[in-house]
């Protein structure tokens, strides 16, 4: 069970508000906080920590102190980085993050060595073409993407953030994952409904999360609505990226996508009840014992 992500990674510097500022407004933050983060990293995070897959980072960080921290969080949670690029000429990427008190957040993001990532040299693409699933976002260059999802055996496509598609890189989506702002930014609809069947009449299988409402999928014309565990949000930076590398890894498993998206879910339901992204990040055994308590709550009560 292989999975190889292509995407970014950023350190994370986080402010706690009471509530997120709106445009020429002044709020006092009560923390600040720094920890690793950006898509790519936190879902390679979670493909391999709640996950449980063999996991390899295709990636470019600076030389520089936030990259070796960056690092060395990945490798403490068992992801594989031979194909991690150090650049000399590029600082690490950095996010600013807001959260409020109800843990929604809003974010900034300085590409830094993403943007760099142009292209794949040949380790990178072996990389790539021997996994069971690749995952990718798009906080890195389109270009190296659409070279990702020619190489894949099977392709997961992240379109997050908000970015139009190119048109030769949707036949080569295997399965999109997009929130609702992005299924409704990627197909121009207004209702979330038409979002979903616009978007599910052009890839073979779709996902929408819907934070705490859960997720949607279609899969083989069938639409199956996966509900969230109702959770405490404490901050839900890094959910949908925890929920993308956990569905990776499951598909990777040989799980249907209905399960897989189970999986994501328990995994981005326990995410948002901890601070952070990537330090967010459940393991395996909590994941599966959140899906069993589930399952028990679900199951009908029996009589002897
Ligand atoms: P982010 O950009 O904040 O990382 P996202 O918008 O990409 O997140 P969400 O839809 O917010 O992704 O979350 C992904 C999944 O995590 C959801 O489908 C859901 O299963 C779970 N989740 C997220 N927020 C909550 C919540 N408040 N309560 C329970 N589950 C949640």
Request: charged share 20%; hydrophobic share 50%; glycine share 10%.
């Amino acid at each position: 069970m292989s999975v190889t992500v292509v995407g970014s990674a950023n350190l994370d510097t986080t402010l706690r508000v009471v509530r997120i500022p709106g445009p020429g407004e002044t709020v006092m933050a009560s923390s600040i906080a720094r920890s690793p983060g950006g898509k790519g990293a936190n879902q390679a995070v979670g493909a391999a920590r709640s996950g449980g897959a063999d996991v390899r980072f295709v990636a470019a960080l600076g030389r520089d102190a936030d990259g070796d921290a960056l690092l060395a969080s990945l490798t403490g949670a068992g992801v594989g980085t031979d194909a991690v690029r150090r650049l000399a000429d590029a600082p690490s990427g950095s996010a600013l993050i807001t959260v409020g008190d109800d843990g929604e957040n809003s974010i900034v993001v300085v590409a830094g060595a993403n943007a760099a990532l142009t292209d794949l040299d040949e380790n990178e693409l072996a990389a790539v073409a021997a996994a069971d699933v690749v995952l990718a976002c798009l906080e890195i260059p389109m270009v190296t993407v659409v070279r990702a999802a020619r190489e894949a055996a099977r392709f997961v496509l992240n379109a997050a953030p908000s970015t139009p598609l190119p048109e030769d890189l949707w036949p080569h989506v295997d399965v999109l994952v997009v929130n609702e702002h992005e299924a409704r930014d990627l197909t121009g609809a207004a209702d979330l409904a038409d979002a979903v069947d616009r978007l599910a009449g052009r890839v073979r299988a779709l996902v929408v999360t819907l934070g705490a409402r859960g997720a949607v999928v279609v899969s083989d014309g069938v639409r199956t609505s996966v509900p969230s565990t109702p959770v405490t949000a404490v901050d839900t930076t890094g959910a949908g990226d925890c929920f993308c590398g956990v569905l990776a890894a499951r598909l990777a498993a040989g799980d249907d996508l209905v399960t897989a998206t189970r999986w994501g879910s328990a995994a981005g339901a326990l995410a948002v009840q901890r601070p952070g992204a990537a330090d967010a990040t459940p393991t395996h055994a909590e994941v599966a014992a959140a899906l069993t308590s589930a399952a028990s709550a679900s199951a009908p009560a029996t009589s002897a």
